[in-house]
């Protein structure tokens, strides 16, 4: 029983090509898109639902853990091996199944890349919503996983209110299907249930989506400030007015000026902040939508309202959002980037509280985040080479975190709990309420072996294993 | 010997709560039957704790307990076993947060549907469940049953915009889940299990939601055909088209006997578009010369309340109809529509239905001809014969019917996804089965 047994048994299942055990192998998978590590003990490859379902039935026999992984963009460790064990890895399942143009559905395998489905359906007109800024990179079972979300689920909804049935193994091997097609149906809604699981109750193998049309009429919009409290206010007005953007993103100056120096997109180097603003509908009403917009921005002191003039305009702008990260990595060796949302109004108030998060430990912070429905991402930069400065940047973290709870708000938008903020999910909920949360892993997870040690607060020290020893950063690579 | 155990249960729960919340007399009790079956004892808990209170009594000593919000729709589900005790949420009726700026509010479980949207209208926001008997009808029940209205073509149901909630588990577990901000991913999303599970996992307490701007006007365009088919065909049009209407409604050739202000027997698409001037003019270019009626103000109003209400009228002027909830996949609400229709016929009843033609949930109502009177196996047969004609994926729930009828079928029909993974959740949530007990699927 055990690791060895496990790998052998998985070679005569999937055949020798589709598992790595080899030290120089697995390390390719210790990671994903912070950088907190687990080294697995084999990392597998299947081709279909049997296959996983075989896979599960080994590991419960041999008593080691299991971990999914799509491509590994998460942020917040729900793809690492805490524990070791089997990483199950999908992609050999990445075909789109269906396209069902009729009822706008999608059956897709948990291997296919969230932007791969868009452009499967592009000339129809059609995407799908949910628009991490991994779209390139990460899989579709992934946002399942981790429910997530992206600028423009300001208004399309994130992860879970586009998908309508699924597909998964449970921890003991059986494979269950609920919903379909229809969004609604007899019975507990399961599919809404075990999207944003996170791996913990059972392991997704087949998801049907929804497609939505394309909008005729999209603009785009930056607003330029002066200062960051002015674009703030914006957030908090533009609300207040009954306008829903299908985005609303800012950056704060520091952000803005790293992030043209990157990519060129047009973003002035000289402003304490800006908006970026989209809006999808009809053409009517998003004219009046974008001048009731460039008036509340004026009103708030915008010094300028830019409206991209074209679609390449438009990619530029956009362009520069989705690569920020990848800009802030550039002017720092480290950083680490949490997503806490606060209720929209608070949004002003929060900005003042990581500033002086920011003087209080002498870390730079740089701000880029959805505004419009006040998700933070905060991102506070170090040098992984100071241990002290390391020790600081979890505290700041932390900080601004509990300050957005206070206010109302949460740890997590949309990067998920995992192995990052489990200590942080006690801020949140009372035991009972993990309790209650924990029974319903258990009735699904008998065995102990779905990604254990995520989610929920662990008694034992959460980072004690060497290869969790640093917390979820990102790296200069 | 049941009578004496409820008593000592009286008394009991009358410890826990206050005499004052605890009602043990038969006639107010008799109210309260649900088809018929008559609750022993009912309690009005005025807080989660006390609500936890009663329901770790109930778990310890196996008692069935049965959640009661407006009493508006307790016709769903098949008979219960048995009722211990009622909870009801009456007392549970505070607004915990209103905030206007954010877009937000948090409601305890007891408050009326339609006072919650009052409150919220008068920031000019807007809360669309749209349930029927809103006034009546209480936030918990509307979650529970996850009861929707005419809205949900523009707002999905409750399950897309319901952001936290709070309740107590089946054996007395107190927990929440979500939050009170419009993004959030931290913990289970348990908005997801308590939202239409019929009271057998939770009582739920507590909600809170994610409102949206109230339209400053709005239109109602009408169209008329001589088919099924033909006003599916234009609803496709119209979901091809680039214009995003509030509401989307296809109107059976039967159902307008139910509705005020049709005057023929033709199915009808109905429109509602929000907007300005120059939005609902578009509307009205792109509906094009289909559109025989344009509707506003209290006109407008009437129709919508009208098409809200409708299993409600048809159960007012006939009390042995049938009314069901039909969910079907888009592409496929023609065929399930002509297939119920001919199992009504098949079984001597009329046929009429209002619904969501574009996500394609219809409430469908069963009036058996008043010939005869009806036999419970014409409620039986003409379920039966649907559910065997529709597409796998389909639902066909009843929602009321003749108690005696009940015995003769599920109104649930076979659920929509794998049934051992929800038992599983019924154990970890009510390991002893004391809620809601016989009415659901297990």
Not at chain 2, 128 to 155: C, E, N, R, Y
Not at chain 2, 363 to 375: K, N, R
Not at chain 2, 406 to 431: C, H, I, N, Q, T
Request: aromatic fraction near 6%; charge should be negative; proline fraction near 4%.
């Amino acid at each position: 029983m055990g690791l060895t047994e496990a790998t052998a048994r998985l070679r005569n299942l999937l055949g020798a090509e589709n598992v790595l055990s080899r030290s120089e192998d697995v390390m390719l998978y210790e990671y994903d898109a912070g950088v907190d590590k687990g080294t697995p003990g084999a990392v597998v490859f299947p081709a279909a639902t049997q296959d996983v379902s075989g896979i599960v039935k080994i590991a419960i026999s041999e008593g080691v853990p299991i971990v999914p992984r799509g491509a590994g963009t998460g942020l917040s460790g729900g793809a690492i091996a805490r524990e070791g064990g089997i990483v199950i890895v999908f992609t050999r399942m990445n075909k789109i199944l269906e396209i069902d143009l009729a009822n706008r559905r999608a059956t897709v395998q948990p291997g296919v890349v969230n932007l791969d489905l868009t452009s499967a359906v592009e000339k129809e007109g059609l995407h799908f919503a949910p628009d991490p800024s991994s779209q390139k990179a990460s899989t579709i079972g992934g946002n399942v996983a981790e429910n997530s979300g992206g600028p423009h689920t300001l208004a399309h909804g994130v992860t879970v209110n586009h998908v309508t049935g699924l597909e998964v193994v449970l921890g003991d091997g059986r494979i269950a299907e609920f919903g379909g097609r229809v969004v609604d149906g007899c019975g507990y809604d399961m599919c809404g249930f075990f999207t944003g699981t996170e791996g913990t109750v059972g392991i997704i193998t087949k998801i049907i989506v929804k497609l939505m049309r394309r909008a005729e009429s999209i603009a785009t919009l930056l607003a330029i400030y002066d200062s960051i409290e002015d674009g703030a206010n914006s957030v908090v007005d533009i609300t207040r007015e009954g306008i829903t953007p299908t985005a609303l993103e800012m950056f704060d100056g520091l952000t803005l000026r790293t992030v043209e120096e990157a990519t060129h997109a047009g973003y002035p180097m000289d402003a304490g902040a800006v908006l970026l603003i989209e809006l999808e509908g009809l053409h009517e009403a998003v004219e009046e939508q974008a001048e009731a917009i460039a008036r509340v921005c004026k009103a708030n002191r915008a010094r300028e309202v830019r409206r991209a003039k074209d679609e390449a305009e438009r990619v530029l702008l956009w362009k520069g959002r989705k690569n920020a990260f990848a800009a802030i990595g550039r002017i720092t060796p480290a950083y680490y980037t949490q997503d806490g949302v606060v209720p929209r109004t608070k949004i002003p108030e929060t900005l003042k509280v990581i500033a002086k998060v920011s003087e209080k430990y002498g870390l730079r912070i740089a701000n880029i985040f959805h505004a419009g429905d006040g998700n933070m991402h905060p991102a506070i930069m170090f040098d992984l080479r100071d241990p002290a400065q390391l020790e600081k940047t979890i505290a700041a973290g932390a900080d601004i975190l509990a300050y957005c709870v206070s206010v109302g708000g949460t740890i997590t938008g949309e990067h998920g709990v995992g192995m990052e903020k489990d200590k942080l999910m006690s801020l949140l909920f009372t035991e009972s309420d993990m309790d209650v949360m924990r029974s319903l892993r258990e009735v699904f997870n008998k065995n102990s072996i779905l990604n254990p040690q995520k989610l929920f607060p662990t008694t034992r020290s959460c980072r004690e294993t060497g290869a969790a020893a640093i917390p979820p950063l990102m790296r200069k690579v | 010997m049941a009578s004496t155990a409820n008593s000592l249960l009286g008394r009991d729960l009358a410890a826990l709560i206050g005499s004052d919340s605890v009602c043990e007399e038969s006639a107010p009790l008799t109210a309260f039957a649900i088809d018929g079956v008559k609750p022993g004892v009912w309690a009005t808990p005025g807080s989660v704790e006390e609500v936890a209170a009663i329901l770790q009594l109930a778990n310890e000593r196996k008692f069935t307990v049965t959640v009661a919000g407006g009493f508006s729709h307790q016709s769903m589900g098949n008979v219960p076993t048995n009722v211990d005790v009622l909870l009801r949420t009456d007392r549970l009726n505070r607004v915990l947060h209103f905030d206007p700026g954010d877009l937000t509010i948090g409601v305890e479980a007891g408050c009326k549907v339609a006072e919650v949207q009052k409150k919220v209208a008068t920031d000019s926001l807007l809360l669309p469940l749209d349930i029927s008997k809103a006034q009546q009808g209480t936030i918990g029940g509307a979650l529970a049953t996850a009861t929707a209205g005419p809205l949900k073509h523009g707002f999905g149901g409750a399950r897309e915009y319901c952001i936290g909630v709070s309740f107590v588990t089946g054996d007395g577990r107190i927990a929440k889940a979500g939050g009170r901000v419009v993004k959030n991913v931290a913990g289970y999303d348990l908005m997801k299990l308590m939202i239409g599970s019929q009271g057998t996992l939770g009582v739920i307490t507590s909600a809170n939601f994610k409102l949206f701007p109230a339209p400053k006007q709005t239109r109602t365009f009408l169209a008329e055909f001589e088919s099924v088919e033909a006003a599916l065909e234009y609803r496709d049009f119209v979901l091809r088209s680039a214009l995003n209407p509030m509401c989307l409604e296809l109107i059976s050739s039967r159902a307008h006997a139910y509705l005020d202000g049709f005057d023929n027997e033709r199915w009808a698409i109905v429109v509602k578009g929000a907007g300005s001037d120059a939005v609902l003019s578009r509307f009205r270019r792109e509906l094009g010369a289909e559109i025989s009626k344009e509707l506003a103000g209290s006109d407008e109003e009437q129709l919508w309340l009208g098409i809200q209400e409708f299993s409600e009228t048809v159960q007012k002027r006939h009390q042995n109809a049938m009314s069901m909830t039909l969910h079907v996949a888009s592409s496929g609400l023609s065929n399930v529509l002509c297939d119920a229709e001919q199992s009504a016929i098949e079984q001597n009843m009329l046929f009429a239905c209002v619904g969501r033609a574009g996500v394609a949930s219809m409430a469908a109502a069963f009036v058996p001809l008043s010939v005869d009177p009806p036999s419970v196996m014409q409620y039986a047969n003409a379920v039966g014969e649907l559910r065997r004609r529709m597409p796998r994926d389909s639902t066909a729930i009843v929602t009321r019917c003749p108690r005696e009828a009940k015995a003769y079928f599920s109104v649930w029909g076979g659920p929509s996804g794998d049934v051992e993974a929800m038992r599983a959740v019924k154990r970890a949530l009510d390991p002893k089965g004391i809620l809601n007990r016989g009415r659901f699927l297990f």
